[in-house]
């Protein structure tokens, strides 16, 4: 198993940017897809992001896509979400998550979870 934690988050104007990052420790990394998801106060988590384990796949909320861009590194067990021209609809806890590189859909069904990151966009 991988136990992801992120770091990162913080207090940002509307229009800047923000890169949050995920270290994951455990077994291969690189056996993992990984994905950012959010929750905002009073709504459900919500699926932002996802990559494949070799990082050539990637996939996005329409929410934020063109926007916002997952990558990683498989050397440094590290998976990046830099958040560019935000908004205050973007303000939630950032949570990564893993799940095995061939586990089915790709915005569901996550096992491993991070605590969360806070992200607070102000006006």
């Known amino acids: 198993q991988v136990q992801p934690v992120e770091s990162g988050g913080g207090l940002v104007q509307a229009g800047g940017s923000l890169r949050l990052s995920c270290a994951a420790s455990?077994?291969?990394?690189?056996?993992?897809?990984m994905g950012w998801f959010r929750q905002a106060p009073g709504k459900e988590r919500e699926f932002v992001a996802a990559?494949?384990?070799?990082?050539?796949?990637?996939d996005y909320a329409d929410s934020v896509k063109g926007r916002f861009t997952i990558s990683r590194d498989n050397a440094k067990n590290t998976v990046y979400l830099q958040m560019n021209s935000l908004k205050l609809e973007d303000t939630a806890v950032y949570y990564c998550?893993?799940?095995?590189?061939?586990?089915?859909?790709?915005?569901?069904?996550?096992?491993?979870w991070g605590q969360g990151t806070q992200v607070t966009v102000s006006s």
């Open positions: 998550a893993a799940k095995y590189r061939f586990d089915g859909p790709w915005r569901e069904g996550y096992r491993y």
């Open positions: 455990g077994r291969t990394f690189s056996n993992y897809r």
């Open positions: 990559i494949s384990w070799s990082g050539t796949t990637t």
